[in-house]
């Protein structure tokens, strides 16, 4: 594409700000392609439709923009390999929601789209009506997005120390930020011994007790330069471990305020609390939407399940139905069982998650997180389920492979 069809480009787009309408790239390497999706999009209310014919020498469709589409309909040519490698290879924040086009299908293209991002895929010919209506969910969805909400906050917890609430709580946070696309924070209020960061493969330089001691002098922009960004999408607020933090150093106060301005930027934070109940950890669990427990299947466990839970409804006044407990490296074989914990926590239900060494010691040993290592595997789903659970929707989302099998069969 040429200066000009770049200016072009860029002056729709800027209209289309004005206007609050989303701005829609459709590009190929074929103008009758462009020509003929642009035909059957051009009257959608609420969108404007530019388009890009790619003729620049580079593989990457959005190569050179100065300001990114909202939605992407990609046309995959001769060169679909290299394209949509281009597109998997951007940090998740420069892919817009993307459909992908076709004159075929096979196994190795459709799975490059998927790992791509692409939301829909289409086979020529295709049903017009179909991608009107396609184009109209995604709107939906991204106007959703941009609805003002009020943030929720989980706060995960140990009820006896190893349960893995650090473990689970990473990668719970990963496949909220990944495949439900929502804007996560993940906060290690362990301000002397954290590490969680460390499963991700990051290193803090910037902590959460420097950022607590600052925040007077904070707004969102510069609270950026306190997180660590994993390739997911996922904002991580860790802890410098090379300088130990004393209790005595921390605002308790600003704690509040610091959670409030995190709020500002994310739809989500999970906390992740070290076990020990202080101004910090209390903070955290009061303002908490829900408290997730992580307890094993043995006698100290539950023991220290049942004061913690006593604690969190007795002094802290937190109903029941906050609460979430979780039984991990569940074995059914065990000589406890799930009846057996409700009834000692007297707390009504009880996820659990599978007891998967092998996956789990990649995992930390990698510092990639469970859904890279596993994707399919039994302590994944679970990680899902209980991701959905507590508001995600990795379990609700249909795959590609299902739309398009819906599609192909009428169904």
Not at 23 to 51: E, F, M, N, P, Y
Not at 105 to 125: H, K, V, W
Not at 189 to 217: C, M, N, T, W
Not at 293 to 307: C, E, I, K
Request: glycine share 6%; hydrophobic share 45%; with cysteine.
């Amino acid at each position: 594409m040429n200066r000009h069809q770049s200016a072009n480009v860029a002056e729709s787009f800027g209209q289309l700000r004005q206007d609050q309408s989303l701005h829609l790239l459709i590009a190929s390497r074929k103008q009758q392609d462009l020509d003929q999706l642009t035909s059957i999009l051009a009257g959608t209310d609420g969108l404007v439709v530019s388009s890009r014919l790619v003729c620049n020498g580079h593989c990457d469709p959005l190569y050179g923009l100065e300001e990114l589409p909202d939605l992407l309909l990609f046309r995959a040519g001769v060169a679909w390999r290299e394209e949509l490698e281009a597109i998997k290879n951007r940090v998740p924040q420069q892919v817009p929601m993307m459909l992908v086009f076709s004159d075929h299908c096979d196994s190795d293209l459709l799975t490059s789209a998927m790992r791509a991002g692409a939301r829909d895929f289409f086979i020529e010919p295709f049903d017009e009506q179909a991608v009107v209506n396609s184009v109209q969910s995604l709107m939906t969805e991204f106007h959703s997005r941009g609805e003002q909400v009020d943030a929720t906050l989980t706060a995960f917890m140990n009820a006896k120390g190893g349960a893995g609430a650090s473990l689970i709580a990473t990668n719970v946070a990963q496949i909220m930020a990944q495949v439900s696309e929502l804007d996560v924070a993940l906060i290690d209020l362990d301000i002397q011994f954290g590490g969680l960061p460390y499963y991700l493969d990051l290193s803090p330089k910037h902590g959460l007790v420097e950022a607590i001691q600052r925040v007077d002098e904070l707004d969102e922009m510069a609270l950026k330069g306190f997180f660590l960004k994993h390739v997911s999408g996922l904002d991580v607020l860790g802890n410098n471990t090379d300088e130990l933090a004393m209790l005595d150093d921390i605002p308790f106060d600003k704690l509040g305020q610091l959670l409030d301005l995190i709020s500002q930027s994310h739809s989500h934070l999970i906390v992740d609390l070290p076990r020990h109940i202080n101004l910090l950890t209390t903070t955290v669990l009061e303002r908490a939407d829900q408290i997730v427990l992580v307890v094993q299947q043995s006698l100290t466990s539950l023991h220290d399940a049942v004061r913690l839970i006593r604690f969190l409804k007795r002094d802290l006044a937190i109903d029941s139905d906050r609460i979430l407990v979780v039984v991990n490296r569940y074995d059914k074989k065990s000589a406890i069982s799930l009846a057996d914990i409700q009834k000692s926590l007297k707390h009504p239900s009880s996820l659990t998650l599978p007891n998967a060494y092998k996956e789990v010691s990649e995992s930390i040993q990698t510092a990639l997180p469970l859904h890279s290592v596993s994707k399919r595997g039994a302590i994944t789903k679970a990680l899902m389920k209980l991701e959905t659970e507590i508001g995600g929707h990795s379990m609700n989302r249909p795959g590609l492979i299902s739309r398009l099998f819906a599609r192909m069969t009428g169904a």
